[in-house]
């Protein structure tokens, strides 16, 4: 909860003493249970977080609770049948641009714009080095192909309900896969929405 509150930022050591007498004093279970519901009331995870994730920073603590929600919900990476999210990050692998970097880049985004946080799924590096810098439209329209009995392209999913799982535990828009390309922008701003979700999941878990 720190983490994603910034609650120990600034002062830690009043903090920490604030708490300390105030579980002293209420016990662990009460005191924490009402800090939770005062710190992350559901317009947290609906509103004040996915603006928090409006950012380009690859350790920003939002998208590392993002990962580690991903590792202890058991998700597979992104068009992975059986590689997990937990494998990609033991291994060091490629985070991958839904939207590729170049493919923005050519349509004259700014570095800040394309390294979105929510514009990053983890990925298996033969998976993003086969997606290169195609448009979004294209490989999911291809996706779809492979899940028809046409060429295997990207990852090992032949199956399209397995696919659209994938799509959602990767909490990608399903929108990607009805044929269009949805605006950038707007893809950025559902996809923390649902990234925000998986990370309350995972909150709510612990």
Same mark, same amino acid.
């Given at each position: 909860m720190?983490?994603?509150?910034g609650r120990y930022m600034g002062s830690p050591e009043t903090s920490f003493d604030q708490d300390i007498r105030q579980i002293d004093s209420r016990g662990l279970a009460t005191y924490a249970n009402s800090v939770i519901e005062s710190q992350l009331p559901d317009t947290f995870w609906t509103g004040m977080l996915p603006q928090q994730m409006d950012t380009?920073?690859?350790?920003s603590p939002y998208f590392l609770a993002y $990962?580690?929600? $991903?590792?202890? &919900? %058991?998700?597979? %990476?992104? +068009?992975?049948?059986?590689?997990t999210a $937990?494998? +990609?990050l033991l291994n060091r692998s490629d985070v991958h641009h839904v939207y590729p970097r170049n493919f923005l880049k050519k349509a004259g985004l700014s570095k800040s714009q394309y390294n979105q946080i929510a514009n990053f799924v983890l990925a298996q590096s033969e998976i993003n080095i086969a997606i290169g810098d195609q448009s979004p439209e294209v490989y999911f329209k291809e996706l779809i192909k492979q899940c028809g009995n046409g060429p295997k392209k990207y990852g090992g999913i032949t199956d399209l309900e397995e +696919?659209?799982?994938?799509?959602?535990?990767?909490?990608?828009?399903?929108? &990607?896969?009805? =044929? =269009?390309?949805?605006?950038?922008?707007?893809?950025l701003e559902e996809r923390r929405k649902l990234m925000a979700q998986k990370i309350k999941t995972w909150f709510e878990v612990l």
């Open positions: 720190s983490i994603l509150t380009s920073s690859g350790q $990962q580690a929600a $991903q590792v202890k &919900l %058991g998700d597979k %990476g992104f +068009l992975s049948r059986d590689i $937990q494998d +990609l +696919l659209r799982n994938n799509i959602k535990v990767s909490c990608l828009p399903e929108a &990607l896969l009805a =044929g =269009g390309l949805p605006d950038y922008d707007e893809f």
